[in-house]
Every structure is written in structure tokens, then in C-alpha cells.
């Protein structure tokens, strides 16, 4: 039986020239094309899919309910019907006009919500206080220092590319980096301002490390009743998907569809078998994922890592509600300095810090007890601070 027998033998011929011109374009494309989704791209856009794109944020962000939308006209329009539920995110922004500063400004005082990250970021922010970097731009385990909800996002590692500084005082530094701001946020006019000193924690390569989409979500604030947006107005000239095939691969592209249009034209075609649609993928919800991602760390039996990050977490908290610049390295020092700092604290606080650094170096931890002993220092963590608390209004 002859391929597509049923076919003119002239119909078939311009079929398989068409066909040929086709898979040859298409190879042509792909080796002309420009690869701006490449780990060497740096722009945290919203459509790159490369190691500092940012498009697993947007997605998790659509995927989990949030009326979010790219942003590409000018930023003058978005102003125009910012409110105080307006939320929009600036990444790694590019300065292009001083308009650009106005209309953020103008959205802030209209009540609106804006996260801004990377020294640009922070050079449009209204009354802003953007510092040069003063370290070498390296991975840093942010450390947090701020009562705020955002400085309660967990463990945080970032690139800094830019400080702040300590001029503002309404200003409040909710984590740092070697001493240098890196977390900042602060209420201006009716709206409030988030700065982050690099956007790595919503790239797509480190969005999932630690407690980076904790401090996402955070920093975007409430999601119901909200609007977000998503700017890719101040990326240069991405307008859409097809800004990634301009150029010769976007001509070859043409040249391709016209083939195409020859082969309906000149060849003879008929649906063959019903038609349907094809089914939708079913797509994890972000429990599932959490699930999956716990499953993962019971197989490892990593059940003494999350007890050492829990213990960690808690010693440097400790550290800053006593006024120490360093946190004690053994149980046993920070019991004492806690027991003399808060004499009324439970009988079982130096069972309970000697417990947790007995689990550390436990391979055969069992995660009912982690659980147990993570639970603990929470509840011992916000004792201590309401104590401290108190303390401070009764001064």
C-alpha cells in the first residue's frame, strides 16, 4: 500500500515537496533563533523561562487564584486606575523616562501595593534611600530583623545587588544581608512600598528554596479583593510571545506559513474520524505540591534537618530579642542567658533546648518526634517574645 494512497499522484508529489520545505524551515528556525530563555538572561521577566526568568512565579500565582495580569502599556494608564486595591510587581525594572518614577508614585499615593526589587527597583520607589552594594554580589542567607509578618517568612537567601539606607525612619528593615539591608518596606501616602535588594527569590531557578516563596507571597500581601499586576513594561521592548521570534527566525516563520498556505491551496485534503477536543492536563494544586515536596523529605529521612533549621531559626531570634550580637552555638549557653533574661520561662526550657540539639545529630530521627520538638519551639518562641513584650510596656 503506497503512502496516502487515496490521493492524486500529483496531490501527493506537492504534499511531500511542501512537507520537505517545511522541515526545513523549521530546522532553520530553530538554529537561527535567538535562545532568550537561556540561564545567561538575567531579566526576571514574567515569559522567560531560563534559570532568572520568572515565570513559575506568574504561573503560581494564576494557579492559585490570584487576579493577576502582565502589565505592558505605559505605566501612566495603570496609575490612572491604581486604588488601594491595586498591587504591582516591579522586577528588576529599567528606568526609561522619569515618568516612570511619577506614575509608581502616583499609584503608591492612591493607595496602592508595589513590590520593587534590584538597585533600579529601589531608584524608582518613592522617597527612596537605594544604596550601591556593599558586599560582592553572592548568595546570602538573609537574616531577619523586623515584628513585621514579612520578616516571619522563614529561611530567605538572596543576591544582593543593592542596599538601603538607615537615613529613613519609617522605614522598617524586616531582614539583612551581612549587616546591609536587603528586606525593606514602609508605608508612603496611602500606599506602602516593598523593596528587595535582588529578585532572586522569585526566580524560577531559587523561587522554591528555603522560605523564598513564602517571602513572595508576603510581600505581594492579602490576595482576595485585590488586583496584581505584573509589569513588563520596564523590561524593554517585551510586548508579548512573539517578541521571542522576531527577527530571522520570525521571517522564516513566514516564509514557513506561506508554504503552508500553498500546500491547502494546490493539494486536496478531507477530515477523516470525529472530532474533539483534546483533554486539559490536570494541573497540581499547590497542596498536592506541598505533599509531594514532604514525601520527598521523609524519604531522604531529612527529619533532623528540619529540626536543626527550626533550632537555627529560633537561636538567632533569641540572640536579637537578648541583644547579642551572636547567637549562643551550645543549648546550654542559651538557656542560661535566656533563664537570666526571663526568669519566669517553663521548668522545661533546658530540657527542651538540650532535646532539639541531641535530635541534630540524630540519623534515625523520627519525624513524629521533629514535629514535636519544631512545635515546641515555636510555642516557646512567641512565650518568650510576648514576655519581652510585656516587659517593654511595663518600662
Known amino acids: 500500500m503506497s503512502f ?24 532553520i528556525s530553530a538554529f537561527f533563533a535567538r535562545n532568550q530563555n537561556s540561564d545567561d538572561n538575567v531579566v526576571p521577566s514574567s515569559y522567560l523561562t531560563g534559570r532568572h526568568g520568572a515565570r513559575a512565579a506568574y504561573q503560581l500565582l494564576q494557579s492559585s487564584g490570584y487576579n493577576v495580569q502582565r502589565w505592558e502599556q505605559s505605566l501612566g494608564d495603570l496609575a490612572s486606575q491604581a486604588d488601594a486595591k491595586t498591587v504591582v510587581i516591579f522586577a528588576e525594572p529599567i528606568f526609561t523616562s522619569p515618568k516612570d518614577a511619577q506614575a509608581i508614585r502616583e499609584i503608591v499615593e492612591r493607595g ?40 516571619d517568612s522563614g529561611e530567605v537567601w538572596m543576591v544582593p545587588e543593592a542596599g538601603w539606607g538607615s537615613d529613613q525612619p519609617l522605614d522598617r528593615v524586616e531582614y539583612d544581608c551581612v549587616a546591609s539591608a536587603a528586606v525593606v518596606e514602609y508605608d508612603w501616602g496611602k500606599g506602602h512600598v516593598v523593596w528587595w535588594a535582588g529578585s532572586t527569590p522569585l526566580e524560577n531557578g531559587s523561587i522554591t528554596r528555603a522560605g ?16 496584581f499586576y505584573w509589569d513588563e513594561s520596564l523590561h524593554g521592548e517585551v510586548q508579548s510571545d512573539w517578541f521571542y521570534a522576531r527577527g530571522p527566525a520570525l521571517n522564516l516563520l513566514r516564509w514557513g ?99 532539639c540539639e541531641e535530635a541534630i545529630a ?27 513584650k510585656a516587659k517593654r510596656g511595663q518600662e
Open 112 to 151: 496602592g501595593r508595589v513590590l520593587l526589587t534590584g538597585f533600579m527597583g529601589g531608584a524608582l520607589a518613592p522617597d527612596s534611600d537605594v544604596r550601591a552594594p556593599m558586599q560582592f554580589q553572592s548568595a546570602c542567607k538573609l537574616t531577619p530583623q523586623g515584628l513585621d509578618p514579612l520578616a
Open 212 to 227: 523564598n516563596l513564602n517571602l513572595f507571597l508576603n510581600a505581594l500581601g492579602a490576595r482576595d479583593g485585590h488586583r
Open 257 to 355: 506559513l506561506a508554504g503552508i498556505g500553498l500546500l491547502i491551496v494546490f493539494s486536496f485534503s478531507r477530515r477523516r474520524g470525529p472530532l474533539h477536543d483534546y483533554p486539559q492536563p490536570v494541573r497540581t494544586t499547590p497542596v498536592e505540591f506541598l505533599e509531594a515536596l514532604g514525601s520527598l523529605y521523609a524519604e531522604a529521612g531529612a527529619s533532623a534537618t528540619a529540626v536543626e533549621l527550626a533550632y537555627e531559626r529560633f537561636r538567632r531570634k533569641m540572640a536579637d530579642l537578648c541583644g547579642l550580637s551572636g547567637a549562643p552555638k551550645r543549648a546550654q549557653e542559651l538557656a542560661e542567658i535566656l533563664r537570666r533574661r526571663f526568669p519566669q520561662a517553663g521548668a522545661e526550657l533546658e530540657k527542651e533546648l538540650a532535646d
Open 4 to 27: 496516502l494512497a487515496s490521493l492524486d499522484r500529483k496531490d501527493r508529489r506537492l504534499l511531500l515537496i511542501c512537507l520537505s520545505a517545511v522541515v526545513v524551515i523549521a530546522f
Open 362 to 388: 540524630s540519623d534515625d530521627l523520627p519525624p513524629k518526634r521533629a514535629l514535636n520538638l519544631v512545635q515546641t519551639l515555636a510555642r516557646r518562641s512567641e512565650e518568650l517574645q510576648a514576655a519581652a
